[in-house]
Structure formats: structure tokens, C-alpha cells
């Protein structure tokens, strides 16, 4: 990030209806999965449809300084893996995303030693990586703590059947990334089932991988001796895409994502339809349009394909504007809520217990400073902006650039006054 990046700010002149329609982005979470996996080959991986964004240039530095090339040039990277010179991830490379420590299982995999400090991330909660060290374990991993980092190492793993205490979506990841070479079979009871994931385990089938039930909470991997490189295009971001069409309902507006996968945002779409919103599924993507009002309901953020808890802190913003009183379960982190504040300072009338928010609509927001505290809380204060009136104006913007690409672009082009600064 560079001190221009650091000190920018995003301007809302809210008030103004969303119109129009936008092209989805590829997966951000999806892509750096992707990213992490080219690890496992010695041969050239590249990847299509891949997000602008701060956190895959931050996943592409951190494989340079393992021995990969990467190539970014617009949509397209290019990785190539053919020497990995370290099995350490640099401390300073791991602190901003969370995904930095999906180098250990394709590291363990192919080298068999990995070495990495827990990582960065947004702060919405203590954010464990047992589920990852024990599944190494299972696999016949030694798994120590050495200094800062957590270091696995075997010469083999084997295949070994393993339950999840929790399907995180990381930890099955890169448990997936460990099992793909290991000697037999491996079967992960209690994974995680986001599309993210499913797509991982695609375009390691694509590399030579033999993996079945990705996308289920059992996955089934039969491990092989080498994989081999691809070409992958990375599924459209569902969280992105639920994040314009929940500030099109917001505002009272009419907006599409071309390219969003309706199939992926069944826990959005179904709460929309049930807010009163008119959801619209065509060929070319979803349409959600708010003709009247938004009525007020209850959400439960859980694991896919439930709601999805990256999706609660827009959603929120949105049901400022719904008349009456609605509330937010959230089941998945323990600090959710950072958003709550800022939208507090904008005029919401919000009330918490626990990790759950009760939301009093319609509320008349103001344009007011406020931060953007992570990605989502980031979204919630834009949707926020959109519908106050007056100007609001957004520091700390570094956590939006991590999630959403071009997202003043995008906003303008569906009619908002947003500028960045
Ligand atoms: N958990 C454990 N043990 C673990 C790992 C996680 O108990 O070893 C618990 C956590 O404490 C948390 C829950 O599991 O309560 C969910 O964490 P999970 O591991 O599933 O999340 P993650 O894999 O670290 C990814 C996304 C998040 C998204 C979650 C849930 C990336 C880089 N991050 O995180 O995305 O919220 O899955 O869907 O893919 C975002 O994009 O804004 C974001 C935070």
C-alpha cells in the first residue's frame, strides 16, 4: 500500500437510487486459493478472471519470496513454482490476509517441511488454525511451534480419514492441499462446503488431483505422486456481487450483476425475496430491484450455504432502511460487529447482545465521517453512505481496496456520487 493508498478516502453524496448494471468480479477469496495452489506443481499455473485487488498482490509477493514467479497482468496471473527456495513464510508477507497460511499444505505436500507465522487479517474474532495443525497431524505431520511460527513436517504424508471440529473454510483447504499427494486415501468429514472451496478442489482435478464430494461436508481425496499445471478461471465473487445488489435494495434502486451465480447467493436472494425486494434470475445474472420499502426479517449468518457471514455486515446496512425491526444472528466470528459504530454515527438505530444486532427501521442516516474497520465493515459504511443524506467520507479505505476492485467505478457506473480522494 502506498502512503497515497493509506491516506485515501471514498466520498458519498448519498440519496441517490443504484441503477443500471455491472459485470462480477472473480472470487477474491477463491482466487487466492488458486493462487496458493499453484504451489503444488512444478509446472506453470494460470489463472483467468482473477480480482484487482490488494490481497492478491500481497499473496503474490509471498510466493516470490518462496522461489515462485508471478506474472499479474490485469485479470491474468501467471505462476510458476518449478523451485520453491524457502519453506518459511517471511513474518512481514503473512500479516495482512489470512490466507497467507495456505502455503503450509502445499509446502508440506511437495517439500515436506512448511514453516509459517499465524497470520494477519481482518479483526472480526479470534481466528484459531486448529483445524489446519490437527488435520497435518492426521495426515502423520509432526506440528510444533518454533518462534513465531508453526512449522510442519513430514516425508510422506499418508491418507488418513479426519473429522473437522468446524468446516473452516481455510482449514479444509489446505488440508485438501496436503492430501492431494499424499500416499492413499484421505477423507475430510466436516468440511467445509463453500463454492470457494469446491472451486479449489476443480482446478486441482484439473492439475491431476483425484477429488471427490468437494462442495459436500465429506471430501474424499486420493492422493497422487506429482500434479501438473493448468489454465483456471476463477468463479464470480458471490460476496462482491451480494454486496451491489444489497446497495441496490437499499437505495431503492434496480441493480444487476451479470455473471453472479444465482445458485451461490441462495441465502441472500432467499432473504431479499422475503425483505419484499424483486429478485430477477436470468442467463445473464440476478436483478434485485426494491420497488417499495424493504420489510423487516431475520438472518442467521452460518456456514454455506447458509447466509453467509460476509454478507451480515452490508445486509445490516441495508435493514436500516426496512420499516420496522430486524435482527442479525451471527454464528460464525466473535467480532462481527465493528460495523455497528459507524453506522451508529451515521444515525442507525442499532442495539447488540452478544454477537446479534437489532436493527430499528427506517432510519434517516446522515453523511458523517466514518471508517472503513475491515472488508465488510468497509461495505456496510458505503451502503450506509449511499443511503444517508449529505456527504459522507470513508477513511481507512485499505480494507475495501482488499475486497472490492474499482468499487468507486462500479458504484458510479450505477449512478451514485462517489469519489475518492
Ligand atoms: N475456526 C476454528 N478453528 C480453525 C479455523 C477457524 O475454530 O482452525 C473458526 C473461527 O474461529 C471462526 C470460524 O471457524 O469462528 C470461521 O472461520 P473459517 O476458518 O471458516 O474462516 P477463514 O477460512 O479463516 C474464510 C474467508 C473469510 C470468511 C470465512 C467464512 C478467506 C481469505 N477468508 O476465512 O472471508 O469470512 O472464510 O466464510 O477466504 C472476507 O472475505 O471478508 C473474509 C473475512
Redesign the pocket.
Known amino acids: 500500500m502506498t502512503a497515497t493508498d493509506r491516506d485515501a478516502q471514498i466520498i458519498i453524496r448519498g440519496g441517490t437510487p443504484l441503477r443500471g448494471s455491472i459485470a462480477a468480479a472473480g472470487s477474491?477469496?477463491?482466487a487466492?486459493?488458486l493462487v496458493a495452489a499453484a504451489l503444488l506443481t512444478a509446472d506453470p499455473v494460470v489463472l483467468r478472471n482473477v480480482p484487482q485487488v490488494a490481497?492478491i498482490r500481497e499473496m503474490g509477493r509471498l510466493l516470490e519470496a518462496l522461489g515462485a514467479t508471478v506474472a499479474i497482468e490485469g485479470a491474468t496471473v501467471t505462476i510458476e513454482a518449478a523451485q520453491l527456495t524457502e519453506t518459511f513464510a517471511p513474518a512481514d508477507l503473512v500479516a495482512s490476509?489470512?490466507?497467507s497460511?495456505?502455503v503450509m499444505g502445499p509446502l508440506l505436500a511437495r517439500v515436506g517441511e512448511a514453516g509459517c507465522a499465524p497470520p494477519g487479517?481482518?479483526a472480526?474474532?479470534?481466528?484459531?488454525?486448529?483445524?489446519?495443525?490437527?488435520g497435518f497431524k492426521a495426515l502423520g505431520a509432526a506440528v510444533a511451534r518454533e518462534g513465531a511460527n508453526w512449522v510442519a513436517r513430514a516425508p510422506r504424508l499418508k491418507g488418513a480419514r479426519l473429522f473437522?471440529?468446524?468446516?473452516?473454510?481455510?482449514?479444509?483447504?489446505n488440508v485438501i492441499f496436503a492430501a492431494t499427494l499424499a500416499e492413499g486415501v484421505t477423507t475430510i468429514v466436516n468440511a467445509?462446503a463453500?463454492p470457494?472451496v469446491a472451486m479449489a478442489a476443480d482446478m486441482l482435478n484439473a492439475m491431476g488431483a483425484r477429488i471427490s464430494g468437494h462442495g459436500t461436508g465429506i471430501v474424499t481425496v486420493e492422493g497422487v505422486a506429482a500434479l501438473h499445471g493448468c489454465e483456471f478461471e476463477v468463479i464470480p465473487d458471490r460476496?462482491e456481487a451480494g454486496t451491489y445488489l444489497l446497495a441496490g435494495a437499499a437505495t431503492r434502486g434496480s441493480v444487476e450483476v451479470t455473471g453472479a451465480r444465482a445458485d451461490h447467493l441462495d441465502g441472500l436472494l432467499a432473504k431479499l425475496t422475503e425483505a419484499g425486494a424483486r429478485v430477477e434470475v436470468s442467463e445473464s445474472g440476478v436483478r434485485v430491484a426494491a420497488i417499495e420499502p424493504l420489510a423487516p426479517i431475520q438472518v442467521q449468518a452460518v456456514?454455506?450455504p447458509g447466509f453467509?457471514?460476509?454478507l451480515h455486515a452490508p445486509m445490516a446496512a441495508a435493514l436500516t432502511q426496512a420499516t420496522g425491526v430486524s435482527i442479525i444472528h451471527e454464528r460464525?466470528?466473535?467480532n462481527r460487529l465493528l460495523y455497528v459504530g459507524e453506522l451508529r454515527a451515521m444515525g442507525a438505530r442499532l442495539t447488540t447482545g452478544g454477537q446479534s444486532v437489532i436493527i430499528e427501521g427506517p432510519a434517516r442516516l446522515n453523511g458523517t465521517p466514518v471508517r472503513a474497520l475491515?472488508?465488510?465493515a468497509g461495505a456496510a459504511v458505503v451502503i450506509g453512505g449511499l443511503c444517508a443524506e449529505g456527504v459522507t467520507t470513508i477513511r481507512d479505505v485499505g480494507h475495501i481496496d482488499?475486497?472490492y476492485s474499482q468499487l468507486v467505478e462500479r458504484l458510479r457506473a450505477l449512478g451514485a456520487d462517489i469519489d475518492r480522494r
Open positions: 477474491k477469496n477463491g487466492l486459493y490481497d490476509t489470512r490466507a497460511f495456505l487479517g481482518d472480526i474474532g479470534v481466528r484459531p488454525l486448529d483445524v489446519h495443525l490437527a473437522l471440529d468446524y468446516p473452516s473454510v481455510l482449514g479444509t483447504v467445509a463453500e470457494e460476496i456456514p454455506y453467509a457471514t460476509d460464525v466470528y466473535d475491515d472488508i465488510r482488499r475486497g
